[in-house]
């Protein structure tokens, strides 16, 4: 413990003289610190290295990192069966001659199947390598980690928070007073930064190493930026305590590392306002360019404070330099046509001049280059999940859900537009970015069935990512059983501008059933979009919600089963869930997956969620 050797001497920034028999170097002893935490991340990478190489295995390893343009080619698998067609052979996705036994969507189907390559030869599937993401022993654990504290945080996170906030204290208290030594706290806030930089940034090595998307890492980036406003807080008030008691204050405030120091601090005190969840809510844009002003300014200030702090300064600034590098070379300036589609509410973005290059449930931020969105429109970039399928004949397609005022501007001048060939709309300059985030090393084509609840324009991550995983299946690539997908909408009309779309994933899945179940949570405005009788192989239409644990349940027993399937022969490798839509509906299915019952959990190989949530 440090020992006061005389409480009355003090140094020349008027602070008390401490002495301790084995000081510590505090510069040296932060930089330790940092290192033990690069080794705790270190450990995280390795442990995720096996699912890494089996993504390196697979097709999907070079896809989602540019977007790009390639030549069209059209699936030249076709489809065999032994009896009548149903559902009837789609144009240039089947032989003419082709035939289906029964209607995709029913198990077992598609042992009567076999898929042909254009030479006629059979196509002998090559699934993907499965690698769980955790060991059969650790299962027990995940269900009690992945469960909510608070709406939108997991105790694994709330976990990861308690380990660095006491990695923290230690840092702070370890060989030193925080009443009587100020400059702890001060290398303790700059040691910090290049985490909060590394956690923050679209384009970092972290969430490449760990396969996890930037915004994964938000709640760390979050809580370390508080830890940092707080010890950068302390410094300084110690010191504007001491040099006011000492009757120095106006002789210190005034030496120029004391400005710098005091620029820093108001710097990190702005962004910890404005990034409160109400300008995030009520104001984004404020909140954003506090942020990039506020650090952009920290580390210039940060380094005329104090000169040994050159080399977090340094490192943050590679970290943003990067960044900004990536980011350049990740976008593309394009035309789009955008669309209203008013029983979605949404703004439906076309960018035929992007095909690839992305992998599916991965999102892009898009920058409107048009007057029509005012004077400043363009400042703005928004992020959208992609819901087309990376080498499609769509191109890239956003679905662009009306919420505040940029994606109502985005809805307004769409409609704005005339009748073109796929309806109404208007052609207008885009920037896109990315892609960013999305299923990192999970492969969701290497599970034996798989889940997908999303909520309103969270469709557009399932849209993407079944899409994808039918074309997969067509030639080969899948291993999946069984395909449910969940989507949940007010409006039981949203189901009509996408009806011919599910319809047409239904029918072409025919090696795997998929079953898409719709739930509306309101009266319909006016009269009901559909014949009472509804009836769409593989589609229903239901009010309510949905029994989220139930279908988990049933799609686990379709997984299991050893049918007459070709797929009934393969080993059973877990289930996936994917979510994707507000916090709410996410913690929802996290709270189903966590009350499967362990043998059920062990019989399938263990269920995996994946989240995606439109926020932050
Ligand atoms: C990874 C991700 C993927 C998304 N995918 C889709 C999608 O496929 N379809 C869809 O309809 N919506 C999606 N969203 C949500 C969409 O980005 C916001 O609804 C949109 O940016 C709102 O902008 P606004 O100005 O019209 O609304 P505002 O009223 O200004 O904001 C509404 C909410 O969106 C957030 N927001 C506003 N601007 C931004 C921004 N630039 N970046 C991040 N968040 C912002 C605000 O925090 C606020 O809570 C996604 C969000 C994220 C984070």
Redesign the pocket.
């Known amino acids: 413990m440090s020992t006061l050797a005389d409480a009355n001497n003090l140094a020349a920034g008027g602070l008390p003289v401490i002495t301790d028999p084995d000081p510590v170097n505090d510069a040296t002893f932060v930089y330790h610190v940092d290192l033990f935490l690069v080794a705790l991340l270190a450990c995280v990478v390795v442990s995720r290295l096996p699912q890494a190489i089996a993504l390196f295995s697979s097709s999907d390893w070079y896809n989602g990192h540019f977007l790009r343009h390639v030549p069209y080619r059209r699936s030249t698998t076709i489809v065999q069966g032994f009896k009548n067609a149903y559902p009837p052979p789609l144009k240039g996705q089947w032989s003419e001659d082709s035939h289906s036994s029964a209607s995709s969507h029913t198990s077992g189907s598609s042992s009567k199947m076999k898929r042909l390559d254009r030479h006629g030869a059979q196509i002998v599937p090559i699934y993907p390598t499965h690698i769980a993401s955790c060991m059969r022993f650790v299962r027990p654990l995940v269900a009690p980690l992945r469960a909510r504290i608070v709406p939108g945080y997991s105790v694994a996170q709330f976990l990861i928070m308690t380990i660095y906030f006491w990695v923290l204290i230690y840092a702070s208290f370890y060989k030193s007073n925080l009443f009587l030594a100020a400059d702890r706290t001060g290398w303790v806030a700059i040691a910090q930064l290049p985490f909060i930089f590394a956690l923050s940034q679209k384009n970092n090595l972290l969430g490449w190493l760990m396969g996890l998307?930037y915004?994964k890492f938000n709640f760390l980036h979050r809580f370390a930026g508080r830890l940092i406003v707080l010890a950068a807080n302390i410094h300084s008030i110690h010191y504007f305590y001491v040099w006011s008691l000492t009757g120095t204050f106006q002789q210190n405030i005034l030496r120029p590392s004391s400005i710098w120091g005091l620029i820093t601090l108001i710097c990190v005190d702005l962004i910890f306002f404005f990034s409160t969840s109400f300008w995030?809510?009520k104001?984004?844009?404020i909140?954003?360019v506090t942020h990039i002003i506020g650090f952009i300014l920290i580390l210039p200030a940060a380094y005329l404070h104090k000169v040994a702090m050159a080399p977090y300064v340094f490192t943050c600034a590679g970290i943003m330099g990067f960044d900004l590098l990536f980011r350049l070379v990740k976008s593309r300036i394009h035309t789009a046509t955008i669309r209203p589609i008013s029983q979605l509410d949404?703004t439906r973005v076309e960018v035929h001049g992007i095909n690839a290059g992305w992998r599916a449930g991965q999102?892009v931020?898009l920058r409107v280059l048009s007057m029509g969105m005012g004077w400043w429109g363009w400042t703005?970039?928004?992020?959208?999940?992609?819901?087309s399928m990376s080498g499609g004949q769509e191109g890239l397609v956003?679905?662009?859900?009306?919420?505040?005022?940029?994606?109502?501007?985005?809805y307004e001048i769409a409609k704005e537009g005339g009748y073109t060939e796929g309806g109404v709309g208007r052609d207008i300059k885009v920037m896109i970015e990315g892609p960013?985030?999305g299923p990192g090393h999970t492969i969701f084509a290497s599970f034996s069935g798989a889940v997908f609840v999303v909520g309103?324009?969270?469709i557009?991550?399932a849209l993407s990512t079944v899409q994808d995983l039918v074309q997969k299946d067509l030639k080969g690539q899948s291993r999946l059983k069984i395909i449910e997908l969940i989507w949940v909408v007010q409006d039981p009309a949203s189901l009509v501008p996408l009806l011919p779309t599910f319809t047409t994933l239904v029918q072409q899945s025919v090696f795997t059933p998929l079953h898409i179940s719709v739930y509306y949570t309101r009266a319909a405005v006016g009269k009901f979009p559909f014949p009472p009788d509804f009836y769409h192989p593989g589609i229903s239409l239901a009010p309510g919600r949905p029994r989220i644990a139930k279908v988990i349940d049933s799609t686990l027993c379709r997984a299991v089963s050893l049918g007459s399937g070709i797929k009934d022969k393969e080993r059973i490798m877990g289930l996936v869930v994917g979510v994707c839509g507000p916090v709410e509906l996410a913690d929802d299915v996290v709270k189903a997956v966590g009350s499967v019952e362990p043998t059920r959990r062990d019989q399938v190989g263990g269920i995996e969620v994946h989240e995606?949530?439109?926020?932050?």
């Open positions: 998307g915004e995030r809510q104001a984004y844009n909140f954003l949404l999102h931020r703005e970039i928004h992020p959208f999940t992609i819901a956003l679905m662009c859900k009306k919420t505040g005022s940029w994606t109502k501007k985005l960013y985030g309103g324009s969270g557009t991550f995606e949530v439109f926020g932050w």
